[in-house]
Structures are given as C-alpha cells and as structure tokens.
C-alpha cells in the first residue's frame, strides 16, 4: 500500500522559515521523481520544486532563492525548506511522487497547509 504523508506545515511570520516533509512507503523511492506542489482554494495546483532521481532539482521561478528541495533515500522522504516566506506562499502543500517501473505511476499525498501571516 502506498502513503505519502506530509508534515511540517503551520503559521509563520512574513520572512519565517519552515521545513516540510514527505514520508513515503509502499513506492520505489530511489527511482521517484518527487515533487512538491501547492494549491490557494479556488486556483489551480501550482508545481513548486522537483528532484529527479539523480537529484537534480528544478524550482518555480516565484519561489527560486528561497526554497530547496531534496532528498533522502534512505528515510524515502522529501523536503522542502523555505526561507524568506511570504504572505502569497499561503497554500495546501501537497507531495507528488512519479514512478516509472513498468509502467508510469503517481502518487499524491494529503497535504498539508502552510499559511504565512503576521
């Protein structure tokens, strides 16, 4: 059974940090593309950063110099830091994991809201 659970989410002040997690089972890790999304309720889900298998990483322009995404394959989980956040970061973070194995696989996991106000 595959679960992708996020954690890490909360408040935080204009120019906060957090760190988000990806704790991932039932998936081929090592061979994941994972990425980290976010969703603002009544827009469209917005792809924030990727780290491909070799973990090269590619970022939104909107959220580039301030967040890093990366990877630990031993834990088979994902994070992503954010630095310098910003009232227009307020979004459901979601993690997304696609798999090519025998076929194309994705996952999503449940979310976790992320909300930056003074």
């Known amino acids: 059974q595959v679960h992708l659970v996020e954690s890490g989410g909360g408040l935080v002040q204009p120019g906060g940090s957090l760190r988000l997690s990806c704790r991932t089972s039932g998936i081929s890790f090592s061979i994941a593309t994972m990425n980290w999304y976010r969703q603002v309720p009544g827009q469209q889900r917005e792809l924030v950063a990727t780290i491909t298998s070799w973990s090269r990483t590619d970022y939104a322009d909107s959220v580039k110099g301030r967040f890093t995404i990366s990877r630990d394959n031993a834990e088979k989980t994902v994070y992503l830091q954010m630095n310098g956040l910003k009232p227009e970061d307020t979004a459901v973070y979601y993690c997304?994991?696609?798999?090519?194995?025998?076929?194309?696989?994705?996952?999503w996991g449940q979310g976790t809201q992320v909300t930056v106000s003074s």
């Open positions: 997304y994991a696609a798999v090519r194995t025998t076929g194309d696989y994705t996952y």
